[in-house]
Nanobody
Framework: VQLVESGGGLVQAGGSLRLSCAAS????????IGWLRQAPGKEREAVSC????????YYADSVKGRFTISTDNAKNTVYLQMNSLKPEDTAVYYC????????????????????WGQGTQVTVSS
């Protein structure tokens, strides 16, 4: 099982980045892929999630209207388009997979994620 993130980097405030998460080695037709982030000195938090079965998308209030999650099922890849980036978006971003999506309430629950990627650094300068 592998989740491989890419696309992180350094960007100025107001700029954009697109993160990718390529999944392999497991069947998650009934699952979900989420993006979670951890800033220095802070707890890890869920940012966004997309259900594989019906494409339902979920966002943290802090990123609504700025971030968009999408999926290319043929490539088993999930993307996180991040626009209007702010310095407070600086963090290590992880993608993680729920093999069987537990439902709306659980997209933010870190314990529900079965597999994790290695993380990619996003730094937003002011």
């Amino acid at each position: 099982v592998q989740l491989v993130e890419s696309g992180g980097g350094l960007v100025q405030a107001g700029g954009s980045l697109r993160l990718s998460c390529a999944a392999s080695g497991f069947n998650f037709d009934d699952g979900a892929i989420g993006w979670l982030r951890q800033a220095p000195g802070k707890e890890r938090e869920a940012v966004s999630c997309i259900s594989r079965s019906d494409g339902s998308a979920y966002y943290a209030d802090s990123v609504k209207g700025r971030f968009t999650i999408s999926t290319d099922n043929a490539k088993n890849t999930v993307y996180l388009q991040m626009n209007s980036l702010k310095p407070e978006d600086t963090a290590v971003y992880y993608c993680a997979a729920q093999v069987s999506f537990a439902g709306d309430y659980y997209w933010e629950q870190q314990d529900e994620y079965d597999y994790w990627g290695q993380g990619t650094q996003v730094t937003v300068s002011s």
